[in-house]
């Protein structure tokens, strides 16, 4: 609940702000890429694993500077049986969740560049800002899939939210005076350790999905490792960073509404 009293408050005075003093508003949607590291892939910045895209509304303050509401859905999975490590290989887990953002962001374009105007037809951004995720991780035993978040894994219970902090860099290019181009990669810190429902330590006691006609053998979630000397109570189990990260590629399209009062050049 306070994460959504905090996006709320983000958003009206974002809309109250914009419609006082943003001069051009802007629209757009994304498609792209979406990729994630965390206690599942600890090193690589660059590995997408499902496809995403994104729209936003955005109000151009001047040639520079702009600020947006961001909604961006991607979908994120890793799994240790097909990791280069072979103590990943023989801890066994795996994940998949759908990842939904509401962020504000703000982007600072370099060159003297709006989607409406401007001096130049294109210039390299960077953005920043604030938002929240929603996140749900299952793993897929004997072809049954597991909401693992209600097994508590590590003992432990954990929000299906967090805040993010969002920041990246791309590119603008401008078609015709109302439509524009863009490429961007955005990375996000989360204010959790349980995108990939991995935090730190096994628990003590082995927590086991559900046994029926159709899947009898017991499948050991928190430790579904096949190999006997892997069993390790309140061993270590994850890498210990305390966030898990998640980014997007995009490539937009938007749409410029101008006003009647334009930017002075």
């Known amino acids: 609940m306070k994460l959504r009293r905090i996006l709320l408050s ?17 629209v757009g949607a994304n498609v792209g890429a979406s990729g994630y590291m965390g206690d599942l892939n600890p090193k690589d ?10 729209v936003f509304v955005k109000g151009n303050l001047d040639p520079y500077w702009a600020v947006g509401i961001h909604y961006n859905h991607g979908r994120v999975k890793d799994n240790d049986a097909t990791s280069s490590n072979p103590d990943f290989r023989s801890r066994n887990l795996n994940f998949s ?8 962001q703000v982007d600072f374009n370099f060159f ?5 105007g401007g001096t130049k037809n294109f210039s390299p951004f960077i953005f920043a800002g604030i938002g929240g995720v929603l996140f749900n991780p299952k793993a ?7 909401e693992l978040r209600y097994y508590q894994t590590e003992g432990k219970r954990y929000r299906n939210y967090a805040l993010s902090v969002p920041f990246g860099a791309g590119v603008k290019y401008r078609i015709s005076d109302h439509w524009g181009l863009q490429t961007q990669l955005g990375y996000r810190t989360a204010h959790t350790d349980y995108l ?9 006691a082995d ?21 006997p000397q892997n069993w390790n109570p309140g061993g270590q189990r994850g890498d210990f960073r305390k966030n898990d990260t998640y980014f997007f ?3 937009g399209i938007s749409y410029t509404f101008i006003s009647d009062k334009c930017f002075t050049f």
Do not use: C, K, W
Request: no cysteine.
């Open 112 to 116: 003297d560049y709006f989607s409406g």
């Open 249 to 251: 590629f995009h490539i």
């Open 207 to 227: 927590v086991y999905g559900r046994i029926d006609n159709q899947h009898p053998l017991p499948i050991n979630l928190s430790n579904p490792s096949q190999l």
């Open 140 to 146: 897929t035993y004997q072809d049954q899939e597991y």
């Open 10 to 26: 983000v958003v009206l005075f974002y809309l109250s702000s914009a419609t006082a003093t943003a001069q051009v508003m802007e």
């Open 196 to 204: 990939d429902d991995v935090g730190d330590r096994y628990p003590l």
């Open 45 to 54: 910045p660059f590995d997408f694993s499902g496809a995403a895209f994104g």
């Open 97 to 104: 969740t759908p990842l939904n953002e509401l962020s504000l």
